[in-house]
């Protein structure tokens, strides 16, 4: 899919955070990015991960790296806009058109406290309105407005399972 999409997830922490950082990859994978950067290594989390790769197709990729600086730097020298998900950040309204003519983006979602210097160095920071929320929604909202809901419609290649769209019930 095409801005081709790296989120980078701030400052993980096992255990404590596990529920949310796996909901952050479903997201991120669901909604059409096409990996995910953690800082903590968290092999539960990458098994969960694989496993729905296998059931539900595609490659979504987990990449463990301790330094967000590293990641960061990385992202910028390939050539990805970085964006900052925070709710002090300039309107998605305001920003998203500007947004979509990217070719790359790297999102950088928080979980603790994240540190000035993500502010400082992204490239844009961009609220979700302007209330506290949720990484995991704020990032869904960020990717649905990028991709302009066309990620709905993503096929997923080897997929072993595929949910088929019935009024009622589950298929
Ligand atoms: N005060 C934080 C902030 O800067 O948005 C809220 C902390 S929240 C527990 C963790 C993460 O959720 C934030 O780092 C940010 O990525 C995301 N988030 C929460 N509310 C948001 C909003 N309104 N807009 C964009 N991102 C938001």
Redesign the pocket.
């Given at each position: 899919m095409r801005p081709e999409v790296v989120v980078l997830r701030?400052g993980h922490r096992l255990v404590r955070d596990a529920r949310v950082t796996t909901h952050c990859c479903l997201v991120a994978r669901a909604f059409g990015a096409k990996e995910i950067i953690i800082n903590s290594e968290d092999k539960g989390l990458l098994q969960r991960i694989e496993t729905v790769n296998k059931k539900w197709g595609g490659k979504f990729k987990i990449i463990f790296e301790p330094d967000w600086r590293k990641s960061f730097k990385k992202l910028k020298n390939n050539g990805f806009t970085i964006v900052?998900?925070?709710?002090?950040?300039e309107p998605i309204n305001k920003l998203e058109e500007k947004i979509r003519k990217e070719k790359k983006i790297g999102i950088?979602?928080?979980?603790q406290k994240?540190e000035p210097a993500v502010y400082e160095e992204s490239d844009y920071n961009?609220?979700?309105?302007?209330?506290?929320?949720?990484?995991i929604?704020?990032l869904a909202v960020f990717l649905d407005r990028l991709f302009n809901g066309k990620e709905l419609e993503k096929k997923f290649p080897n997929a072993k399972l595929d949910a088929t769209k019935v009024r009622k019930g589950k298929k």
């Open positions: 701030y900052h998900l925070t709710m002090y950040g950088i979602i928080g979980s994240v961009i609220s979700i309105g302007s209330q506290p929320h949720s990484e929604a704020a």
